[in-house]
């Protein structure tokens, strides 16, 4: 799937300008606030595998670039987001493969496509190509089916929120114009032997489209520049990967995003020390006895190499980069095992919670606000 080894640094491209606004003090939601991200929508329904109806259930099957499954996955991806009032964008190309020229197409949903800055949340959504029976079976729960439910869970959760904000920006009531947005690469995984050509096709992809393409003239709520590209409005690209089995071990791989890093890490602090990843009478993930899926950062380390993944084009066009993958990886990576046994439900429940509280504090969203907002106009509706 990718890269087993760490890069250094040194090999990256040089840095080019981008939309990131560096480090900065995120807005701390109150213990309420916390508490009704945790209460709605269930952080279980969406990714119970054993529910037919959950989002994980629907993608947790073969998804093999240009196989009718990819385009089934894909399809359920695109009409959840278009439920929710999202910007789809389907980016279709074909590329060379060590079987032949195959056909792409990486899924981009964008909640406020007018905004001028938007932070990326992505993971890959195809599965690794098997040439034969048994191992064409396989189905990557870890990898990456699980990442791409919690992005949908998110998507449903803070959909209120991110309808609440845009209503406020276009009265004129709030100033912050960053933007969430969804990319399902498709083509992470080599066919044969993971290589520069032979790796993250949809990545490599639309890291060279974004940096090449233009934005219009009056397409964003604000001046971007007479000559801004489509990456340049880039702040942060945030990659999950491998994620939903227990006891991930997490670290903080760049310097430039050591800060959201330690977000993530608050926002996971301040839930498991409320209790809120208590689950089904878990004793290990009750308030006194839960352990951080993240290492502790030591200093200011150096960056000190990474894990090749969809996140490398970005970076090496100056995107600033928050890679989210539990390494060691799974045991059960690129096997038949990597399904729904090896995930662990109170964990992906975890990681549900912790991607509400950090995105929304990332955001600056008012869960409490939108709330209201919802119980007025029901209450409205019952008059």
């Excluded at 929508?41 to 259930?57: E, M, R, T, V």
């Excluded at 990486?106 to 992505?122: E, W, Y």
């Excluded at 990456?144 to 992005?151: G, H, Q, R, T, V």
């Excluded at 950090?358 to 509706?381: H, N, T």
Aim: proline share 6%.
């Amino acid at each position: 799937m990718l890269l087993s080894f760490l890069l250094p640094s040194c090999l990256l491209g040089p840095a080019l300008a981008h939309a990131s606004l560096g480090e900065r003090e995120l807005q701390t939601l109150s213990s309420s606030q916390i508490a009704s991200l945790v209460a709605a929508p269930d952080p279980l329904k969406n990714i119970d595998p054993f529910d037919p109806g959950s989002h994980l259930a629907r993608i947790l099957i073969p998804r093999a670039p240009e196989t009718d499954n990819n385009t089934r996955v894909r399809s359920y991806l695109k009409q959840t987001l278009q439920d929710l009032d999202w910007h789809i964008e389907e980016d279709t190309f074909t590329d060379k493969t060590p079987y032949g020229t195959k056909r792409f197409t990486n899924l981009i949903a964008t909640k406020d496509p007018k905004a001028s800055r938007r932070v990326v949340l992505s993971a890959h959504f195809d599965s690794k190509y098997f040439p034969s029976y048994p191992n064409n079976q396989f189905v990557g729960a870890t990898d990456s089916a699980a990442p791409c439910a919690m992005m949908l869970d998110l998507a449903q959760t803070l959909n209120p929120l991110l309808e609440a904000r845009r209503k406020e920006i276009e009265d004129g009531d709030d100033d912050e114009d960053t933007t969430l947005q969804l990319v399902f690469f498709d083509g992470e995984e080599a066919f044969q032997q993971w290589t520069n050509t032979d790796s993250i096709y949809g990545a490599r992809h639309l890291a060279e489209k974004w940096s090449s393409t233009y934005i219009a003239p009056h397409s964003k709520r604000r001046l971007v520049g007479p000559s801004a590209t489509e990456i340049s409005t880039v702040e942060h690209l945030i990659l999950l990967d491998l994620l939903g089995a227990a006891n991930p071990q997490i670290r903080s791989y760049f310097t430039d995003t050591a800060w959201l890093f330690d977000a993530m890490v608050s926002a996971e602090r301040r839930l498991g020390d409320s209790g809120h990843f208590e689950y089904d009478g878990s004793d290990s993930m009750s308030a006194d006895k839960w352990q951080s899926f993240f290492r502790p950062r030591v200093g200011t380390l150096r960056n000190n190499g990474h894990i090749g993944d969809d996140h490398v084009p970005f970076l090496n066009k100056g995107v600033s980069v928050l890679h989210v993958i539990a390494e060691p990886f799974p045991h059960v990576w690129h096997s038949l095992k990597d399904d729904a046994s090896a995930l662990d439900i109170p964990t992906m429940r975890r990681w549900n919670l912790i991607l509400r509280v950090f995105m929304s504090e990332y955001l600056g969203l008012k869960p409490d606000a939108a709330k209201q907002s919802a119980d007025i106009r029901r209450s409205q509706s019952e008059l």
